[in-house]
């Protein structure tokens, strides 16, 4: 059983900063995993933000060149750093894994998920 736990979010002004942390565990935990981080504003769909897997790192064009996903040496923890955060930023993040190699930007493809971590972004 494999085990995500998010944390790092908070309340910000817009063009400041958050690093969100993504802690994975279970006994079938593996450094080949891809990682994923959605966010979910209210009333909308969970979206894709970044997703690093053992190929490439992927964001979306709406945080690309703000964001950065990194994964620590031990393969345990995968963080989100945003940067120059915007209003429309706001929602809440949550990390996500199928023990799978591969990224998928489709929520509904990943069985496993963190608890969630509210990112509020204030103009």
């Known amino acids: 059983q494999v085990r995500l736990s998010d944390s790092g979010g908070g309340s910000v002004q817009a063009g400041g900063s958050l690093r969100l942390s993504c802690e994975v565990s279970g006994s079938t935990v593996s450094d080949m995993y891809a990682i994923a981080w959605f966010r979910q504003a209210p009333e909308k769909e969970r979206e894709i933000v970044s997703c690093?897997?053992?190929?490439?790192?992927t964001y979306s064009d709406s945080v690309k060149g703000r964001f950065a996903t990194s994964r620590d040496k031990g393969k345990s923890t995968v963080f989100l750093q945003m940067n120059n955060l915007k209003p429309e930023d706001t929602a809440v993040y949550y990390c996500?894994?199928?023990?799978?190699?591969?990224?998928?930007?489709?929520?509904?493809?990943?069985?496993?998920w963190g608890q969630g971590t509210q990112v509020t972004v204030a103009s």
């Open positions: 690093i897997s053992m190929i490439k790192t």
């Open positions: 996500a894994t199928e023990r799978a190699a591969v990224c998928e930007d489709d929520p509904g493809k990943y069985s496993y």
